[in-house]
């Protein structure tokens, strides 16, 4: 019998992906749909990053690029996390990737063997647990609710943490909450992580720049964890860049070799024109982040205000990114007009994008099934109307 592999067949397809999909489909039929499910700022790239784009094919940039990616853009990157991170690192540990999500996923394939655990904090970014289990790694979930602003706390993960524990993830800002880890919370982790040398720890730090406290806090600040801490980040949120495709990892040296040697065999370097284009975003000027920042912010004030009015959700108020995540266990085993039954959030999010015409994601993709996000990265006019249909369509659940 033909079959695809075991491999193939145990992971999930994407949540998010899957409703974005949906959406378009509802719109090509001629549906004016609301789409809140995808996550990408909906700002063209800036101008400067553009112009070095259409710079780099004049001068003929259409060659392979090293598998690392070039080394100016690579030297930008160490120039970034040293001015806007106070890290230290060399060219050398550099690598960079087609997305910040290849490089989340060339690090555990590089760190992962089969049974290793591999912490996740929930909620969770839907690829981690997909990724960890391409790696052959088992996930340890800690879940952490609305109640603590879905952010785990030192004694979750001293609880969590076992002889085979190999990795954690951390993402903040974070994708699908908004959370966003102060130092002193990420001091009381690495607190712990101090005493587990062999722990390995992945920071995605791709929302880094949405960020509405005033301080971006990576945890391989702490000189304890510096050594084998991987920092994820790339250009797609904060500069409009989500086509572009550029991510990249700042690891230790060994593991940076790894993740070369990985990616050489099945991607080689991003694309050429890309990497020129990110040189320009990193060391150019960065006016533009603060202005796209301060839309999300206006807009998360916006979002938050309109859904905390609804009977039922339970909202927290994020402190980055842009997405809300509320609570909606109100609305959990409630019938629609139309007989059918809200089970899950995947039901309601179903029932959201056929009867309000508003995509959004349920939780449960994210280790969060009460939940459901709603990305704000849309415009203002467009997040009233959501939200006002999204009002009407829970209240007239029963």
Not at 186 to 204: C, F, W
Request: aromatic share 8%; glycine share 6%; net charge neutral.
């Amino acid at each position: 019998m033909l079959q695809v592999s075991n491999r193939i067949d145990k992971l999930s397809p994407s949540e998010t992906l899957a409703m974005s999909q949906k959406s378009a489909e509802l719109k090509a039929q001629g549906v004016d749909v609301i789409n809140l499910s995808v996550g990408e700022p909906d700002f063209y790239t800036p101008a400067h990053i553009k112009e070095a784009a259409m710079k780099a094919i004049t001068e003929n940039y259409s060659f392979y690029s090293p598998v690392n990616g070039y080394s100016d853009l690579r030297q930008a990157i160490v120039e970034k996390l040293k001015r806007d991170n106070s890290l230290d690192y060399a060219v050398e540990q550099i690598v960079v990737s087609n997305g910040a999500k290849q490089s989340v996923c060339n690090a555990l394939l590089a760190i992962i063997n089969p049974g290793d655990e591999v912490i996740v904090p929930a909620p969770y970014w839907v690829s981690y647990v997909e990724m960890v289990k391409l790696a052959e790694g088992k996930n340890i979930i800690i879940q952490a609710g609305i109640e603590q602003d879905f952010k785990i706390t030192p004694q979750q993960l001293k609880a969590a943490i076992t002889a085979r524990t190999k990795a954690i993830i951390l993402c903040s800002p974070s994708n699908p909450t908004g959370s966003v880890y102060s130092r002193k919370e990420l001091q009381g982790l690495a607190e712990v992580l101090a005493g587990h040398p062999e722990i390995l720890i992945l920071s995605d730090e791709i929302y880094e720049h949405i960020n509405y406290t005033g301080t971006h806090e990576s945890i391989a600040q702490f000189d304890a964890l510096a050594s084998r801490t991987i920092v994820i980040n790339g250009v797609s949120k904060a500069y409009a860049m989500t086509g572009w495709r550029i991510g990249f990892i700042a690891a230790p040296q060994w593991i940076a070799k790894a993740c070369n040697k990985l990616q050489g065999q099945y991607t080689s370097g991003p694309s050429s024109i890309s990497q020129k284009a990110a040189v320009a975003a990193f060391a150019g000027d960065q006016s533009c982040v603060a202005e796209m920042r301060q839309a999300f912010l206006r807009r998360r004030n916006l979002v938050a205000s309109l859904c905390k009015d609804i009977p039922g959700l339970k909202v927290n108020m994020p402190q980055g990114a842009f997405y809300l995540f509320p609570q909606c266990s109100a609305y959990i085993g409630t019938t629609a007009p139309d007989g059918r039954a809200i089970a899950d959030s995947s039901d309601l999010a179903m029932y959201l994008l056929e009867t309000a015409h508003v995509a959004t994601v349920g939780g449960a993709a994210f280790g969060a099934p009460d939940c459901l996000r709603l990305s704000y990265a849309t415009s203002d006019e467009s997040l009233v109307e959501a939200i006002k249909r999204i009002r009407q369509a829970l209240l007239a659940l029963k």
